[in-house]
């Protein structure tokens, strides 16, 4: 049998005649539909049904086509092209087009697969855990509608469609984080959330017309699109290449703009800060949207643009850098938390941070690994989250998420309480538990690297951060877990909580199980033994759809690359690099990444040795702070212990202090920018608009005219005494204006026939008496005879001198004016 | 023509409607209702035939009705419409009778004359958007006035007259100088073609350009019109009072439909009849267009008046729609006139949102709300989709035109004498795009502060949710904003030659070797004015092949 092609698949997959990708995100927006129009009038089991169905449906159909035909396609090398169907064009005017077009490659594979499978136990869970609702229908509805945005995000092949989902999943988040509108704050928080992601989508939207504006000459004969197709292709490359503004790169311009987009989206520096207030909404929706799927899409996208960072060092240091402060301050203000919630979602922007130091030193698989593999402990850990404050709701609790109340709870809830310490396990980076392997990718791809134009410890340092931060969420984490679950009930609640029903326990078993085992598609790679093609999975299957590697010249220019460089580049990579692009044929546009041909390199990849001592030491690090924990949180009756008090009273007083209060940067960005924009709205409107618009410029118009209105009303009264005034004003003006005596002057023409005509100009009125005599031939007297306002003379009657006088009868006075005449032709 | 008859129809159908509506029995306030959404209702469906006729791939004017009307003048009632307009004319069919349904019952006094007004205000609106004929145009620009002046003036609220006379005196000062320049043009025009024709036909007067200095004082005499109307920055101080004023059937055809005379004026009179004129002014207007955007977004933020947070966000959306006509790209144009008709939806809507709570709680300010959606899920959900069409949600209407707008003004040729190191047109969209951020925030606000919170006002607690006659106001209000932003090709299909053509005619005029500079012995324009938009001309921007460049003709000697 032939090998079935991408354009074979394409063409074939269809359903009801939409291609199938359509449905993926189809299928949760028509549940969405249904659900937030009739839901109202439907039972609550109908509604439920609808949206597991809707999203388990998408599930069925992305487990279809991602193990069927596009592991087909991958096997034969077109990982990269995939399958790529557009049910309608959306814009398109002028040249430009954006078609409704989905593309599954391996990396959209990922993430299909995660987003349907999540998101469907999560609906489940919700089942259970929004029972008591009396919006069932609208959260369902919002639910299904987030999941079928995010669908839209992770399928999009092109910015413009990509954008839709973004900005539909913000929409979501914001409808579902202010849930319980009621509360004000949680209303506000929503808000919140909204405004800080437009922030971002705003650097988003530059990003996109920056690569627009340059790409557009390139698509020769078609219409120039943002398809990441087109955008990858080699001419497309060059272009990031040139210089934009300030000797930088447009690469570094557009990288960083979509860069900032991603910071708004995965909550990193400087735009965090909605996360944190997130976890005002219900809990599924924290574990769904803000840790499992919406929040990881910054990621995924800077993974999916990864051509073109990976030409732009200085967007790389940018990345790795903020991802790099994020995950460290996160982590430090995840400390003292007190609120179950807000300690995962500082947890969740720490652990973001660590995916974007993986996308900014070029280690794409580890970034998506880890994107994975947070997926299923976060997940699990929010929904045990959920299942604990539940447990203490029904315990009696008004304030279900302090974790000082708790303690106790393994006696309780045993199943929320395995699954949790699971977890637990995996975000602390033990052996063999999924965040073992995934750090440890993005610990050891930091330590190793060194792009062109790095400075040489710069790896170094971002690796020796990151282990402070795992240090830290090794401790927060394990803190959480005994003052939850350790030592005794420190509360009446606690004491009366009980374990969830089956509905939000099973999904989190399947979660936990899936924490334990995932990490094993990414095992190590070590070279004195061959490990088993399946324990590289990942990493061999999301090659074709990532960066292979920095471009030749990605450094800035003033450092050559050589060869050794390189190498070692293409060492650390961690992957093998292909030496042919596996695009052909496709679409006809798949233009081969800038990979080297060639033998791989000799290599200064590290040795086993090293390997394994990062390993232990990524493993001591994650011990030390289970440890530590366990001796501050978890000796003894469980709870706070003495030396606890003891520290944040005393030495750590300040240092406490900074990390409960979260650094104070809410109260800051308050006082910076929520402030000053009120101030300056209300200050453009009162003085701007009200005032110097208004009053000054339109009323001020109105008012000098209405002041000449009332001037002349005074004159127009219908007293003739009035008009008399009138008359004497007005005459006297006359008089006063004829007397003014400006200058008399006169001038000249010539004309055709050789004559002059002059021309004398009397000020003031003519008057009929006025006698004006002239001196043509310059003796100084009037010549006799020669009388009258209009002068004809032959030229050469005329000498260069010519005199006027003008006499006034009537006042007596006699005026004299002398000008020279010139009668070259030119004049 | 086939389906000529078809505009002037439109334009007396609704003139018939207002004659027959005058002649009821004053009494009759229902019947009176009923006959205006009767005879909005035809003219709407009416309106839909001209889609049958109107073929996209023609780039000229369609459906084309031509009559002598008055000789002596050499005006013809002229009718026509392309791609610019023709998407216009049904979006005020459409809302008509969308907005006469949601005013129902809430006007009670002068019901007749309240109905007569709307129809003729309809009748002036369209003929004003079909105008082939620039004493039609006037015309209509000045009928459409009285009864805009009228349903202030006499419907509206507290100060209706200040409002009323505002909005009148504030648009009669930019239609006289407009006025004086169609005079100009009108014996300019007579004075220059060889049989000395007096004639307003447009397509007659586009052929002959104007000298150079005559076209910058010109074009500003349009533009001051259409600044005012769109309204531009500083122009716009009138538009907050008229709506706060003005019943909500006023507001919505304020905001829907007539701003939009503004931009079509620029687009199909001033930009065209003095190019030059446009190219010295594109600048000035594209800075003022930003700041307005940004503008109205802050001061939209700072008001408690809910009506007043709309009409301020009408600037600052409106903004886009001028910025990108003077972007001058296809995909500026296009832009801007898909922005209109998401503007007049979305905006549209929400002022017919406003006019529900209003009608039910009489008040506007938003401190008096909260907590609205417990009581009015129905109509919440509604209003979220409105106000996200207006905050430019990808995949509702407001998205694509904001973003054509300003992508085509991030691609514009470097209109603007700036130093190098500023790139100017990306500098000014991305300054544009900035009213993204500042559009959620104050939208967002506004809709937190009416529905949610707690419902802690007492008087709340009686509102009823979106009764069967409101519900039909706002469902085909919402499915046309999905529609729009979902499937906007057809749409943009339409236009695209049209535009095209627009920009063709503009690229003719400005780069014409013999331009009328230098034939009046004018100063040539410099080069950074002149050169800049004509040495990046995007590749569509030419005639079609085999086709040769409209003659221009000329004024004074050519002609002999």
């Known amino acids: 049998m032939d090998v079935l092609t991408p354009d074979d698949y394409s063409a074939g997959l269809h359903f009801l005649g939409l291609p199938l990708l359509a449905w993926i995100p189809l299928l949760p927006l028509l549940g969405a539909l249904i659900n937030l129009t009739l839901g109202r009038k439907l039972s609550r089991t109908t509604v439920h049904v609808i949206a597991v169905a809707a999203v388990a449906a998408a599930a069925g159909i992305a487990f279809y086509v991602v193990f069927g035909p596009m592991f087909d396609l991958y096997k034969h090398d077109y990982g990269g092209v995939g399958i790529s169907q557009s049910p309608f064009v959306w814009i398109k005017i002028g040249g430009f087009t954006a078609e409704m077009r989905f593309r599954l490659d391996t990396l959209s594979a990922v993430m299909i697969l995660i987003v349907t499978f999540i998101g469907t136990l999560i609906h489940i869970y919700s089942t259970g855990y929004m029972a008591h609702d009396p919006r069932f229908a609208a959260f369902f509805g919002y639910l299904n509608l987030f999941t079928g945005a995010m669908l839209i995000l992770v399928l999009g092949a092109n910015l413009p469609v990509m954008f839709i989902g973004w900005e539909g999943v913000g929409l979501c988040s914001f409808l579902l984080i202010g849930f319980w509108f009621e509360n004000e704050d949680f209303a506000t928080a929503g808000r919140k959330a909204f405004v800080v992601n437009r922030i971002g989508d705003f650097c988003f939207l530059l990003g996109m017309f920056l690569l627009y504006w340059a790409t557009k000459d390139l698509a020769g004969s078609k219409d120039a699109s943002l398809d990441f197709f087109l955008l990858k292709s080699a001419p497309a490359q060059q272009t990031y290449m040139q210089s934009f503004w300030g000797g930088e790169r447009l690469a570094a311009a557009a990288g960083i703009f979509l860069f900032i987009g991603a910071c708004g989206k995965s909550a990193q520096l400087p735009l965090y800060v909605w996360l944190p207030d997130a976890m005002a909404g219900p809990t599924p929706v924290s574990a769904l949207i803000h840790a499992a799927t919406m929040v990881t899409a910054g990621v995924y996208m800077v993974c999916r643009m990864s051509f073109l960072f990976a030409t732009s060092t200085t967007a790389l240091i940018v990345v790795s850098t903020v991802g790099l402060l994020t995950a460290m301050v996160a982590a430090f203000m995840a400390l003292a938390q007190q609120d179950l919630k807000k300690v995962l979602a500082y947890s969740t922007v720490s652990q973001l941070g660590f995916m974007f130091v993986a996308a900014g030193t070029g280690n794409w698989t580890a970034a998506i690994f880890h994107l994975g593999t947070h997926a299923f402990f976060k997940a699990c850990l929010f929904l045990g989250a959920g299942s604990v404050m539940h447990g203490m709701e029904h315990g009696g609790s008004h304030t279900p998420g302090d974790i000082m109340t708790m303690g106790g709870l393994r006696k309780h809830m045993p199943i929320t309480r395995v699954t949790f310490m699971i977890s637990c396990l995996a975000i602390a980076g033990i052996f063999p538990f999924s965040g073992f392997f995934s750090k440890d990718e993005i610990l050891g791809g930091a330590f190793h690297i060194h792009p062109p134009g790095w400075p040489v410890w710069y790896g170094k340092i971002l690796w020796g951060g990151l282990l402070v931060a795992a240090l830290g969420t090794a401790f927060y984490m394990w803190r959480l877990y005994f003052l939850v679950f350790g030592g005794e009930e420190r509360s009446e609640p606690a004491k009366k909580a009980h374990e969830s029903p089956l509905s939000m326990t099973l999904p989190l078993v399947v979660l936990a199980t899936f924490a334990t085992i995932i990490g094993f598609i990414g095992f190590p790679h070590f070279k004195s033994f061959e490990t088993p093609a399946p324990m590289h999975a990942l990493a061999s299957w999301l090659e074709p759809s990532v960066a292979h590697e920095w471009y030749e010249g990605a450094g800035k220019p003033a450092e050559p690359i050589g060869e050794a460089s390189l190498a070692e580049v293409k060492a650390c990579d961690n992957r093998n690099a292909k030496d042919v692009c596996a695009l052909p044929g496709g679409e006809g546009e798949g233009v081969c990444d800038v990979a080297e041909p060639g033998a791989k390199p000799a290599c200064s990849e590290p040795g086993d040795t090293g390997l394994i001592g990062l390993l232990i030491l990524a493993l001591g690090i994650g011990g030390l702070g289970i440890g530590l924990a366990w001796s501050m949180y978890g000796a003894g009756r469980g709870g706070p212990s003495r030396t606890v008090q003891e520290l944040t009273e005393g030495p750590l007083h300040d240092v406490y202090e900074a990390s409960k209060h979260k650094l104070w940067v809410d109260e800051i960005y308050d006082a910076v920018f929520v402030k000053p924009f009120r101030a300056l709205a209300r200050g453009l409107f009162e003085i701007v608009d009200r005032f110097v618009i208004d009053t000054v410029a339109v009323t001020g118009v109105a008012f000098v005219i209405g002041l000449f209105g009332r001037m002349s009303r005074w004159f127009q009264n219908g007293q003739v005494q009035r008009y008399l005034v009138g008359l004497v004003v007005g005459a006297a003006a006359v008089f006063l204006v004829t007397d003014c005596h400006t200058k008399p002057t006169f001038s000249y023409e010539r004309q055709p026939g050789g004559t002059i005509h002059l021309h004398a100009q009397v000020a003031g009125l003519m008057r009929a008496t006025s006698v004006v005599k002239w001196d043509l031939d310059d003796d100084g007297q009037p010549d006799p005879g020669v009388t009258g306002i209009d002068l004809v003379k032959r030229a050469d009657e005329v000498a260069g001198e010519v005199t006027m006088w003008i006499d006034d009868p009537v006042d007596g006075k006699t005026d004299k004016v002398t000008r020279t005449i010139d009668l070259s032709e030119d004049n | ?560």
């Open chain 2, 1 to 560: 023509m086939p389906g000529a008859f078809l505009l002037p129809a439109l334009i007396g159908i609704p003139l018939v409607g207002a004659i027959f509506v005058i002649c009821t029995p004053r009494a009759e306030a229902s019947l009176h209702r009923g006959l205006g959404l009767t005879f909005t209702t035809i003219n709407f469906l009416v309106s839909l035939a001209i889609l049958k006729y109107f073929v996209k791939a023609n780039d000229d004017f369609q459906l084309v009705f031509d009559v002598e009307w008055i000789p002596g003048l050499g005006a013809h009632f002229k009718t026509g419409v392309d791609g610019i307009s023709v998407f216009l004319v049904i979006l005020t069919t459409f809302l008509m009778p969308l907005t006469l349904l949601g005013t129902g019952g809430s006007i009670t006094k002068h019901v007749r004359e309240f109905i007569a007004s709307m129809l003729i205000l309809e009748a002036g609106m369209i003929g004003a958007f079909v105008a082939l004929d620039l004493f039609l145009f006037y015309v209509m620009w000045e009928v459409m006035l009285i009864p805009m002046y009228l349903l202030i003036g006499i419907w509206g609220g507290q100060r209706r007259l200040y409002a009323s006379i505002k909005f009148v005196l504030y648009t009669m000062v930019g239609s006289l100088l407009m006025l004086v320049a169609i005079f100009y043009v009108y014996v300019q025009h007579a004075h220059a073609v060889p049989d000395h024709v007096y004639t307003t036909d447009l397509v007659e007067l586009k052929k002959v350009a104007l000298p150079y200095n005559a076209q910058i004082w010109c074009f500003a005499a349009f533009a001051l019109a259409f600044a005012i109307k769109v309204p531009l920055f500083p122009l716009h101080t009138w538009l907050p009072d008229a709506h706060v004023e003005a019943p909500t059937a006023g507001s919505v055809i304020l905001a829907g439909v007539m701003l939009k005379f503004g931009v079509y004026g620029l687009l199909r009179y001033a930009i065209p009849l003095f190019p030059h004129g446009a190219q010295v002014w594109a600048p000035a207007m594209s800075i003022l267009a930003v700041i307005g955007i940004i503008y109205g977004a802050f001061v939209a933020f700072a008001q408690d008046d809910v009506k007043k947070l709309i009409a301020y966000s009408s600037v600052s959306h409106m903004g886009f729609c001028v910025l990108g006509v003077f972007a001058m790209t296809i995909w500026g144009i296009s832009g801007s006139i898909f922005a209109m008709l998401s503007h007049g939806l979305t905006t549209g809507g929400l002022f017919l949102g406003i006019g529900v709570l209003y009608e039910r709680r009489h008040t506007r300010r938003l401190a008096e709300y909260g907590g609205v959606w417990t009581k009015m899920p129905v109509f919440a959900g509604l209003f979220l989709i409105i106000t996200m069409g207006s905050a430019g949600l990808p995949s509702l209407s407001g998205f694509v035109g904001e973003f054509l707008s300003i992508f085509g003004t991030f691609n514009a040729g470097d209109t603007l004498p700036t130093p190098d190191w500023i790139p100017a047109p990306r500098l000014l969209g991305a300054l544009a795009a900035t009213g993204v951020i500042f559009g959620a925030i104050y939208l967002l606000f506004m809709f937190q502060k009416v529905f949610f919170g707690k419902l802690d006002k007492a008087k709340n607690g009686g509102l009823k949710d979106l009764s069967g006659r409101e519900l039909g106001v706002f469902i085909p209000l919402c499915l046309a904003i999905f529609v729009l932003g979902v499937y906007p090709k057809p749409i943009l299909e339409s236009m695209e030659k049209s535009v095209i053509k627009f920009r063709a005619e503009l690229d003719a005029h400005v780069t014409e070797p013999d331009g009328p500079a230098h034939l009046y012995g004018a100063t040539p324009l410099p080069p950074t004015t002149m050169g800049g938009a004509a040495a990046v001309p995007p590749p569509v921007a030419q005639p079609p092949a085999g086709q040769p460049p409209r003659p221009v003709r000329q004024i004074g000697g050519g002609a002999k």
